[in-house]
């Protein structure tokens, strides 16, 4: 168990964390992954069309007891280092190890799981911090059952804060439609934070563009690398997304009912729309790299060629001086009183012709 | 919403807009998307063999309340900043609120979703603007019912301008055929307008390349990577359009009558003729990078050849005059009257000769 | 309608002329392409086991009240910028409009479609110009009916004179097996075309290999660019031609009897064939490009280093003059009868000893 | 037959020794491979949950003689160089020749074979050597029968000794279970080895990326291609294991039963996700070189550039020293007492001055 | 027909030889390839469990007539240039024609074409020659009837010498199983031939790859490209080579029985595992030529580099003669009658110390 308590991650490009558990029978709960919440807090929301109650479960055991009095309930989970709290909800709701197992193992990617009288969905959340330029990611998992959602956040994100909103308000009637209406709108939620992600990266991507163009300098290379990783995260984690949506829409209609499959078909759109932007924008950024490279290639042929022109010109006027400084006792000019001035003016006139020349051929 | 109207927008590369929405519940009215045209008009057609009668709903209940006195009709929407005016339409019609969204969410991608009264189809319309050599795209939604069509544009287009003088000509027998017919024929314009757009691109795509062979410069890789760009905008529609005219023709023939069918098949046929073009143009802008390249690389090769070449002609002159610059008292030529004339000979002697060298061996 | 005759035209890269349909309905019967041949000939040939009769259709009028005397026959037009010509073929034959359109239209994608009574196919037919090393391409267009094949092709070729002549003698008992025997016959003929000219350009791509690695030249990225077009042409035109053919082998067995089958399922295994030699061919394009640079990269490089190797012969000696071009009053040799001689031949060893150490290092 | 015996191999890229069966009827028993252990050690666990027996098997008759005394039983082999043992266990076991015949040739590629009575897996476990920085594999197969499991490993590698320790503690209720949880452990155990090795690899690819970008080395071209290989090894033996455990859940359910079958998909997970980290690091690797190429390429123009200033610099001032060098007899400066002083002054400011310019455009 | 007799063929990277039947009909025997046997032979070995009968058949009548006296056999053919004993043979065996033909004509792709009473199926043997590290295919066609195989091949290469072997002396009961295990037999050693020639292909890119790091020559871009080209050729062989056994699996067993099934099996996962090590060896070949371009580059930068140092460090020696050759009438050091060997001392102290900085900076 990790004991460092850590504000938010950084993505690692490739997470592969699974080998702490190298040894272990498979269903033993060990959690995997930074600990990014100071403590476990368990809320429970039971609602139906009348009304909405809220409570804090504040120990495990609570966990176990709760009984909702209301006809349909959401249980969100933040926090996942302590697997006594797991274990509890898990005898409580009936969960599988291994399903509880995928939750604590927060490097799990995308998937849903029909485990008969649940479903158990798992996803990643991203989120793009201006200030450092970087993206991170967190697991989200859900367990779907008949009149419930279970929801097991590493830490309190504030991205279901809206759907907490319109159970309270009842906005868009959402406490009348069941609970498999309540796990569209947290996975819509999960969505829709891609399309935030992306636009930054995308904006990002843009605006190196045109920078690369103007002026590619070395560092763009390295920041270019990093939109190549950002863009690899993103893509690990959107397409098994799709998959899982498209799982959800093309299985028996079990758990998302008739009226809810045209509203998971949107988020399934949602998907295809995110993965085909993100593949447009990786085909940007690998076309960049052979911007980047031709320009670079040639400002420095430019360079180049510039100074060699500068040494042309350097040639032909040591040249002269190399002719007047032989030691030939019979040599025309160097009598001359003016002598010394033609020689240097003739220097002066083959320094400018060159000159002339080689700009108007836009050399210079 | 957007304020400002702008006359018609670029392309952007990558149009994630819909991060705006992120927070508002599923089915919200919202027009995502620059505002392109001044006002909104909703046109109504109502045809049947014997005539066509044209009607201009000036408000939104007149949306509501519209009952065309013909067995078919065709309402034509321009503008789409007015949620209000779609609300009217929504409930006329019994659409769908994800539908209505989808309409009014500017960026979409193609698709054809079955409402079980009616279809909901959203394409892309793309115009070339020869001036300024830019593409750019506005979405057109289509909702098709039993004897009806609706079409939602951005602005006024003249994109359907040939199919209204059909309807009042009745050429091609359209009056007389079903609903069906008359969204196929809608639909056929949009596939057309894509073979001009992807015409100009790829005569745009074959005079740079001629271009490039001869005379590689800086500024066609900038051209090159703007029609990557946008053979990469059409991809992104014309590949989910392949898609959803071949959904019209697998799924059951509830809209598209058999006879229509033939016609559909054929639409399905130009987009697949469509996509061969433009991947043959991408082809050739992919190849066209690697000529560029080569040709740059030859020519800055020839020419630092050519600099270095005369550099070498200056050499052994000067080694001439350095030769009979030492300050050895018993040197040849020295005192002799000619002296200075034998060397300057002896130079040009040289010189002339490696000139002659490099120029047989081409390379100056 | 295009005006100007041209005798054979050469392969446009992407021959997308379809905008000049838009804005009229569907089936409307306009020639698109250019003008190939002088005048339209239709030829009617009637036959059977006991027979063959040939005639040659004057006037439109003629084909649409033909009436053959024989059990099976073929009809063959060439020239196709005359709609009114094939108005009376479809009319004759019942041929649906669009399909009529298919045939005037000449930048079909191979296809193959299925009206019914008839079968309506498209391909394209290559020729190989050794004099100009183009390649060129025409639209061959048939419609097999129960005991007929239509043929449309741009101008006479004389592609299918052979078939004329197996007819004639009955060779391989042509004229005792169905009209879907015929069709098969036509359709091997056109397949064994691409035979030659992917032979033929395989042979260039092969010349040009072993030229490329002895002596690379800028003028061959041009031939090289020229061999990618033709095999990406090509590339366009069999690929179709193979699904054309698997859908002919997968569908219901109506047009083609089992004994045909068999036959077709070889004309099948030829165009698998041609696309492997084609992708075969264009993998050693692409793999010739790398030698073409690595191969310039490599002699430019040889040349820079010879050239600096003789600066560097030039440095030491033009030193060596320096030193005694130098004004001191008190330095050796200078006084000496033979100094500038020894000088010279402390130059010439100098000079020697650099040239012997890179030529022994094979930098010369 | 081997007879050297090697302690643990480094992985050949490309191990094809099938061709020293070349000549052999099928069913052939010869060990192909290298001998990795001394001697060969048969160790028979029968276990139920009552209790676990451990036996040690000395000769091959005694393999065809065992008779587990408990319900169920693993029979492991180390050590694969005497076909006698393979035989006996062959004949106890009524094994297909084909079967034993892959057991011995260990560069099998990963699958299933299902032989009716048993199923036959083969796979490979890889280890990681940190002190070389170098990977080996080995191959191990498993027969699983309705009650017994039998696993065929090279040499003992201690990769099954944590499944032994369970079934001794009885952890995870593993005795309680059937023999399929018993092979699902074994298999699982198989799979988080290859995490370990990934996370190795993925770690020296991420510690190479970051010297990359600071400081381009010719060591470390090897050290990705190394890379490279070792990514390529373990491509090859991870996406045949994903379709083998991908065969075993979706055949039907003789051998694994559908509790197990939730455990067999818990391994398919992982597969999947070290498939798509593994592509992610051969991402990263192919990116990799692109960022050394163009380090490299920038590190060595910075050098050349720096290098032709400096040269800049002496032109001029070498300029004139020849301009004073002239042997002109009227010549300014040349009577003054200062000045050798003034050129040496001039010539040092024409330097320093150029030396400032190129330093404030960085090129220094 | 081809009348030169080539001992054995080099592989042509494009065979495209089709083109010599253009205008023929279907099913005129024609040989189309080398002749690469002095003359065609016949063997017919009849066998059942009892014994083996060996028998020559000398003329073309002969293959007609035979009537072999046991239960199953085999009849082999070297030698395809007789198109009259191929005739015969068919109408024994009753043949199609289409068959026949692809028998003669030696490039086919291989396939497996199910005739009904038999099954035709063709391949290509490949063979290396180490002494001209070339390799060789040729075309072996087997036609499978219920009792019997005849085979083709276009000369005596000796790869079915071992399964006349266990024909003779019954081994792994060949004598005793049916036609089909013979069929099997024959496809297995066309099959494991290619490992041979893997083997050396990969050996070869190995040790390349080797040379590649240490000294990159010219002359290894051939040697590259070579490999590349018979990569080519073989994956053109094996991929449909798999296809082929796969169809066997896949269609309905009735001339390959479940027993013999399971070594089809065999062959099948040989086949894979072929392709497997085959693009393994390509990606192998495509990342070297990435080492070879990197490699070249480095080491023309390296010498490129040591010959500008060496220049520069001329320079400010060749400014120090240059300053004292002025000819100031007031200059230091110049009258002093060491001054020579003062300046002498100051060149050799400046070059050194740049040699020495260079050095440092392992510049040279």
């Given at each position: 168990m990790v004991k460092k308590v850590l504000p938010k991650g950084r993505v690692k490009k490739n997470s592969i964390k699974h080998s702490k558990k190298v040894g272990l029978p498979a269903g033993s709960l060990v959690h995997i992954g930074?600990?990014?919440?100071e403590e476990t807090r368990v809320t429970l929301i039971a609602y139906d069309a009348a009304g909405i109650d809220e409570t804090l479960?504040?120990?495990?055991?609570a966990c176990r007891e709760c009984r909702p009095g209301r006809e349909k309930f959401w249980l969100n989970v933040h926090g996942?280092?302590?697997p006594e709290v797991l274990k509890e909800i898990g005898r409580r709701f009936n969960i599988h190890p291994l399903a509880l197992e995928d939750i604590l193992n927060t490097d799990q990617r995308p998937k849903a799981d029909d485990y008969g009288d649940y479903l158990y969905l798992v996803a990643r959340i991203f989120d793009y911090h201006p200030e450092t330029q970087e993206i991170s990611s967190e697991q989200v998992s859900f367990v779907i059952g008949e009149n419930y959602v279970l929801s097991f956040q590493?830490?309190?994100?504030?991205?279901f804060a809206a759907v907490r909103d319109w159970l309270r308000g009842d906005r868009g009637r959402i406490r009348q439609l069941g609970a498999d209406y309540l796990a569209y709108a947290l996975l819509d939620q999960v969505t829709d934070r891609y399309f935030s992600v992306l636009e930054q990266i995308s904006d990002r991507a843009e605006s190196l563009e045109e920078d690369l163009i103007e002026n590619p300098v070395a560092e763009q290379l390295t920041a270019l690398h990093q939109l190549k990783t950002d863009t690899l995260s993103l893509r690990r984690a959107i397409w098994p997304l799709r998959d899982l949506v498209n799982t959800l829409l093309r299985s028996e209609q079990r758990f998302f009912k008739p009226d809810t499959q045209l509203y998971l078909r949107d988020v399934y759109d949602h998907t295809v729309h995110l993965i085909e932007s993100l593949e447009a924008t990786r085909d940007l950024i690998a076309s960049m790299l052979d911007i980047y490279l031709s320009s670079l290639s040639n400002r420095v042929n430019k360079e180049v060629r510039a100074l060699t022109v500068v040494a042309l010109i350097f040639m032909p006027t040591t040249l002269i001086t190399g002719i007047f400084g032989m030691n030939f006792q019979f040599m025309p000019?160097?009598?001359?009183?003016n002598g010394f001035f033609y020689a240097l003016l003739l220097m002066g006139i083959i320094a400018t012709s060159i000159g002339f020349i080689f700009w108007r051929r836009r050399w210079l």
């Amino acid at each position: 168990m990790v004991k460092k308590v850590l504000p938010k991650g950084r993505v690692k490009k490739n997470s592969i964390k699974h080998s702490k558990k190298v040894g272990l029978p498979a269903g033993s709960l060990v959690h995997i992954g930074e600990r990014k919440a100071e403590e476990t807090r368990v809320t429970l929301i039971a609602y139906d069309a009348a009304g909405i109650d809220e409570t804090l479960l504040e120990t495990p055991a609570a966990c176990r007891e709760c009984r909702p009095g209301r006809e349909k309930f959401w249980l969100n989970v933040h926090g996942l280092h302590e697997p006594e709290v797991l274990k509890e909800i898990g005898r409580r709701f009936n969960i599988h190890p291994l399903a509880l197992e995928d939750i604590l193992n927060t490097d799990q990617r995308p998937k849903a799981d029909d485990y008969g009288d649940y479903l158990y969905l798992v996803a990643r959340i991203f989120d793009y911090h201006p200030e450092t330029q970087e993206i991170s990611s967190e697991q989200v998992s859900f367990v779907i059952g008949e009149n419930y959602v279970l929801s097991f956040q590493e830490r309190a994100t504030g991205n279901f804060a809206a759907v907490r909103d319109w159970l309270r308000g009842d906005r868009g009637r959402i406490r009348q439609l069941g609970a498999d209406y309540l796990a569209y709108a947290l996975l819509d939620q999960v969505t829709d934070r891609y399309f935030s992600v992306l636009e930054q990266i995308s904006d990002r991507a843009e605006s190196l563009e045109e920078d690369l163009i103007e002026n590619p300098v070395a560092e763009q290379l390295t920041a270019l690398h990093q939109l190549k990783t950002d863009t690899l995260s993103l893509r690990r984690a959107i397409w098994p997304l799709r998959d899982l949506v498209n799982t959800l829409l093309r299985s028996e209609q079990r758990f998302f009912k008739p009226d809810t499959q045209l509203y998971l078909r949107d988020v399934y759109d949602h998907t295809v729309h995110l993965i085909e932007s993100l593949e447009a924008t990786r085909d940007l950024i690998a076309s960049m790299l052979d911007i980047y490279l031709s320009s670079l290639s040639n400002r420095v042929n430019k360079e180049v060629r510039a100074l060699t022109v500068v040494a042309l010109i350097f040639m032909p006027t040591t040249l002269i001086t190399g002719i007047f400084g032989m030691n030939f006792q019979f040599m025309p000019l160097l009598a001359d009183h003016n002598g010394f001035f033609y020689a240097l003016l003739l220097m002066g006139i083959i320094a400018t012709s060159i000159g002339f020349i080689f700009w108007r051929r836009r050399w210079l």
